[in-house]
């Protein structure tokens, strides 16, 4: 994000970055107008995703550098309601964000090094006027077309993630969920769906109400608990920040029957449950007894994922290139599992990650 220097002949000024400009590009492209006290953004549609790629981003530990935009992220939302000082608008929604970069780092600068940061950050045009005034006095927060994706690779080179990471990051094995087929190299069958920025944050009933295959998400709760039944008292245990997730998977994907609401269980279950879990056979005891926590996982799962266990479930995140064909895969989550255990039995340690 930059930095505070007083070396050099010019007093205090501040170090831009190539990630603070990207950022302040996101918002010019998000904003509609703005104040010192208020900032109007446009219809989500009519703004532009701009994906923030951090290659090899474990290369260092996550937590010492990526802190603050973890904490930050969770405070993004988009509501309805009056409007406060502190929201950013758009039409009969509300959207807020803590501030990445401090107002009173800002503040700091004087009035030359305030002039000197406007035009690195090419915000000197009159238009964006009311956009400065807001990042003087609020600080500068994270927009909502923003999509932060990282690449890592999971080797004794590499520093490993933490649950808080995990918890809030959204985990995908391309081994898994973008698999190599060689045959395809030269013209490919499959592509990934088109992602783009959320609008949801947390679920309500109403979100759910359109759901065919789980209308009140009262499904989704109880494959959840279930699971939770067999995690309690381990470091495992899922809590609400999980059924959250769950939910909003639920609510994004919006399967039409069992089958497809499995694959987003299963899917959840690929992205955030398993990557949680790593240990040795003491770590990995079941509650309650010494039979494996990865065992009694996929037997639960042997009974909450039958649909989709005997027959291939579809793809949520690759499509066909061929129009109207569903790509079908195998349950991934039951694989891994049976991976993961076997690899214990083995070695006496596993994890999720090759």
Same mark, same amino acid.
């Given at each position: 994000?930059?930095?505070?220097? =007083?070396?050099?002949?010019? %007093?205090?000024?501040?170090?831009?970055?190539?990630?603070?400009?990207?950022?302040?590009?996101?918002?010019?492209?998000?904003?509609?107008?703005?104040?010192?006290?208020?900032?109007?953004?446009?219809?989500?549609?009519?703004?532009?995703?701009?994906?923030?790629?951090?290659?090899?981003?474990?290369?260092?530990?996550?937590?010492?550098?990526?802190?603050?935009?973890?904490?930050?992220?969770?405070?993004?939302?988009?509501?309805?309601?009056?409007?406060?000082?502190?929201?950013?608008?758009?039409?009969?929604?509300?959207?807020?964000?803590?501030?990445?970069?401090?107002?009173?780092?800002?503040? +700091?600068?004087?009035?030359?090094?305030?002039?000197?940061?406007?035009?690195?950050?090419?915000?000197?045009?009159?238009?964006?006027?009311?956009?400065?005034?807001?990042?003087?006095?609020?600080?500068?927060?994270?927009?909502?077309?923003? *999509?932060?994706?990282? &690449?890592?690779?999971?080797?004794?080179?590499?520093?490993?993630?933490?649950?808080?990471?995990?918890?809030?990051?959204?985990? *995908?094995?391309?081994?898994?969920?973008?698999?190599?087929?060689?045959?395809?190299?030269?013209?490919?069958? &499959?592509?990934?769906?088109?992602?783009?920025?959320?609008?949801?944050?947390?679920?309500?009933?109403?979100?759910?109400?359109?759901?065919?295959?789980?209308?009140?998400? +009262?499904?989704?709760?109880?494959?959840?608990?279930?699971?939770?039944?067999?995690?309690?008292?381990?470091?495992?245990?899922?809590?609400? =920040?999980?059924?959250?997730?769950?939910?909003?998977?639920?609510?994004?994907?919006?399967?039409?029957?069992?089958?497809?609401?499995?694959?987003?269980?299963?899917?959840?279950?690929?992205?955030?449950?398993?990557?949680?879990?790593?240990?040795?056979?003491?770590?990995?005891?079941?509650?309650?007894?010494?039979?494996?926590?990865?065992?009694?996982?996929?037997?639960?799962?042997?009974?909450?994922?039958?649909? *989709?266990?005997?027959?291939?479930?579809?793809?949520?995140?690759?499509?066909?290139?061929?129009? %109207?064909?569903?790509?079908?895969?195998?349950?991934?989550?039951?694989?891994?599992?049976?991976?993961?255990?076997?690899?214990?039995?083995?070695?006496?340690? &596993?994890?999720?990650?090759?």
């Amino acid at each position: 994000m930059g930095y505070i220097s =007083r070396i050099g002949q010019n %007093g205090t000024h501040y170090v831009v970055t190539e990630l603070l400009s990207f950022i302040i590009k996101s918002w010019k492209d998000a904003f509609e107008s703005a104040t010192e006290t208020e900032l109007i953004c446009k219809d989500p549609i009519e703004m532009t995703p701009y994906w923030l790629c951090l290659d090899e981003m474990n290369l260092a530990p996550v937590e010492q550098y990526f802190a603050d935009y973890l904490s930050v992220l969770e405070t993004r939302k988009w509501q309805d309601g009056v409007c406060r000082p502190d929201a950013l608008l758009w039409q009969d929604g509300i959207y807020s964000c803590d501030a990445l970069l401090k107002p009173a780092i800002i503040n +700091q600068l004087n009035t030359t090094g305030l002039k000197t940061l406007r035009e690195e950050l090419l915000l000197s045009d009159s238009q964006y006027n009311g956009l400065w005034a807001y990042f003087v006095k609020q600080g500068i927060p994270l927009p909502p077309n923003l *999509i932060v994706a990282g &690449t890592v690779n999971m080797d004794e080179t590499t520093h490993g993630f933490s649950r808080k990471v995990i918890d809030r990051a959204f985990t *995908i094995d391309f081994g898994v969920f973008y698999s190599n087929t060689f045959d395809s190299f030269f013209e490919p069958k &499959t592509q990934a769906r088109t992602l783009t920025f959320p609008l949801l944050t947390q679920v309500s009933k109403e979100d759910l109400l359109a759901v065919i295959a789980d209308s009140d998400g +009262q499904k989704s709760i109880e494959f959840l608990t279930e699971l939770n039944s067999i995690l309690k008292d381990t470091p495992f245990e899922l809590a609400y =920040r999980a059924l959250n997730e769950l939910l909003l998977a639920v609510v994004s994907f919006n399967p039409k029957d069992e089958v497809e609401l499995q694959a987003v269980w299963d899917d959840f279950l690929m992205s955030k449950v398993l990557p949680r879990i790593d240990g040795d056979s003491d770590k990995l005891k079941a509650n309650g007894d010494d039979s494996s926590l990865l065992t009694k996982l996929a037997d639960k799962l042997k009974i909450s994922l039958s649909a *989709i266990i005997e027959q291939q479930r579809p793809d949520l995140l690759r499509v066909n290139i061929n129009k %109207g064909e569903i790509l079908l895969v195998d349950c991934r989550s039951i694989k891994k599992l049976a991976w993961m255990q076997s690899r214990l039995e083995s070695n006496g340690f &596993t994890t999720f990650w090759p």
